[in-house]
């Protein structure tokens, strides 16, 4: 037997592992040379070494484990093995694990890279234009710029302004126009932006009707956790027209003035460039005198609902009478009832022998001189709060949460957002509310929020709370210019007064931003005729259940 048949006899196969078997006898490896033995000193170095006892996917699995051992070795032996130049290596040597880089954030970081490079560039072209050498060139461009959007803004900014309003809104004029009127005048909203007129002395106190009672101040504590129901009332409110306002009639025969009206009509012609529902008012020539009127049968006292919003509501002839029995009830159930103000004399509307309780409410008769145009306005006041101060009492209400972004949640924390949102939506009538206030020389204006107490039922609603505004801070606020709105009504009333004798209706339109004035030539609105100058044909309204 040949040396070579020798060895592989004395070699044990094993299925699992290469060598010896370590289930056999190891007594029967004997060191005569029959078996391989390999004598190796201390001083000799390994080459190469392959371990084949485990499977190749195990060994990728734990190659991280042999790096990082290896990495944990001594420094010392390191650098001695690495000076006595190592030549030992894995034959399979694990790869290394590439570590994972953010893509997303070195994408991030070089767009803001150049967001700063590119703000750098405009800051020096800023620099640049700023110099000395391209500002005739840079107020040439802005002024050429100014040109173009203010012609643009000529031909085309009304039709654009306009429609907004006109895509949700098809709004049926407030009067029908009859064949035989004529149309004298038409007055476009733009060309009353920039009117101005001051008015340097305050009004005159000619005479106060009526009574008053003091605002209960448990309303100023109301939250919408703590909401009280909002409850009707029977007292009488009286919505007297012009012509049928005995005091008027008789300054009119004392020569009092030159102008007469009330103030809710005053106060829609000063803000009749915020309107977008249709309204008109009578106008009626006497002599020299003139007077501004409502007709018997419209719906010039409801307050409107949403009027300036962007998606105003389709039933806005509902939601304004509802708005309208809300401000009556709240103005009567805040008042304290146990003290009454009377003025030197007594309501001049109430029939003595009428059985309903009247609501206390001053009628303050003041006079406004207009430049060379003597104004005798009738206004009224609702409430007195402390030292004998004037109060205006007004409300806000809610018919949708969806729109308003629900009070009962917003307004205890948010109550700026509610009335910023309100000044978007409800400009007109807060312009309203604000020149109501001044021209009564009231001090304060008290603000109601009241919502349904269920939204789809619009008899129950609940008081959420009051809010407090000097007329002032709110005329600031919904941007009011008083000398702007006292120039409007002195334009009209110029129209006016070269009218000869005679009535004539001051219509807003449906469908553009223009007030219209129309001759009736002896016929009213129905087409019948009318005895002009007539003041029985005008009857008081009252606002009661």
């Known amino acids: 037997m040949s040396y070579l048949d020798s060895i592989v006899s004395t070699v044990h196969y094993d299925k699992f592992s290469w060598g ?22 201390k001083g000799d170095q390994f080459g190469q070494t392959v371990d084949w006892s485990v499977g190749l996917t195990q060994d990728r699995r734990l190659g991280s484990q042999f790096i990082g051992k290896a990495k944990q070795t001594d420094q010392l ?33 070089l767009q803001q890279q150049k967001v700063i490079q590119m703000q750098r560039l405009q800051r020096e072209e800023k620099m640049q234009a700023s110099t000395s050498h391209n500002v005739k060139q840079r107020k040439l461009r802005e002024r ?41 005048r038409e007055i476009e909203f733009s060309s009353l932006n920039k009117l101005n007129v ?14 008053l009672e003091y605002f209960d101040s448990f309303f100023d504590r ?22 049928n306002d005995p005091v008027l009639n008789e300054m009119f025969h004392n020569s009092v003035g030159k102008v007469y009206a009330s103030d809710v009509i005053i106060a829609t012609l000063m803000t009749c460039t915020r309107s977008i529902y249709p309204w008109d008012i009578v ?20 307050l409107t609902v949403n009027e300036n919003a962007s998606e105003a509501p389709q039933d806005y002839f509902n939601l304004a009478s509802e708005a309208t029995l809300i401000d009556k009830y709240f103005s009567q159930q ?19 022998n009428s059985k309903q309780p009247l609501a206390p409410i001053l009628y303050r008769y003041r006079r406004w001189q207009l430049k060379e145009v003597p104004v005798v306005i009738r206004c009224e006041v609702n409430a007195m709060f402390g030292d004998n101060s004037y109060c205006s009492i007004k409300t806000l209400n809610e018919y949708d949460p969806k729109v308003t972004d629900d009070w009962r949640r917003k307004l205890e924390l948010q109550k700026g957002a509610v009335i910023a949102t309100e000044l978007k939506n409800n400009s007109n009538k807060l312009a309203k509310f604000t020149m109501l206030s001044i021209l009564s020389g009231c001090d304060l204006i008290k603000l109601g929020y009241v919502t349904r107490d269920n939204f789809y039922s619009p008899k129950n609603h609940i008081i959420l709370g009051t809010q407090d505004f ?59 005729d009318f005895d002009n100058g007539d003041s029985d044909s005008h009857s008081d309204k009252s606002y009661n259940d």
Not at 283 to 302: A, C, H, M, T
Request: hydrophobic share 30%; with cysteine; net charge positive.
């Open 198 to 211: 001051n008015i340097d002395n305050p009004p005159e106190d000619l005479k106060e009707f009526g009574s």
């Open 77 to 109: 032996t390191s650098t001695k093995l690495f000076e006595e130049g190592s030549i030992f290596q894995y034959v399979q040597t694990p790869r290394s694990k590439r570590t994972p880089t953010n893509s997303r954030g070195l994408k991030h970081k």
């Open 20 to 41: 010896p078997n370590y289930l056999s006898d190891l007594s029967t490896w004997k060191n005569d040379g029959s078996s391989i033995d390999l004598i190796v000193t």
């Open 222 to 243: 109301i939250t919408p956790k703590t909401a009280v129901k909002l409850l009707p009332t029977d007292r009488v409110v009286y919505k007297s027209s012009t012509l």
């Open 334 to 352: 805040v008042l304290k009832r146990d003290k009454v103000i009377h003025a030197p004399n007594a309501n001049p509307f109430h029939n003595q």
């Open 283 to 302: 106008v009626i020539r006497k002599g020299s005198s003139l007077f501004f009127d409502k007709r018997e049968k419209s719906n010039f006292d409801l």
């Open 470 to 528: 000097l007329p002032s801070f709110l005329a600031s606020q919904v941007s009011l210019e008083l000398n702007n709105c006292w120039g409007v009504l002195y334009v009209l009333i110029q129209e006016c007064l070269k009218l000869d004798e005679g009535k004539y209706f001051l219509v807003r339109d449906s469908s553009k931003h223009v007030l219209k004035l129309y001759q009736t030539n002896g016929q009213s609105e129905d087409g019948s």
């Open 144 to 184: 050429e710029f100014k040109k173009a959007e203010k012609n643009w803004f000529k031909n085309f900014g009304s039709r654009y302004q306009q429609q907004r309003h006109t895509n949700m809104r098809k709004i049926a004029p407030s009067i029908d126009i009859q064949d035989s009127w004529e149309m004298l």
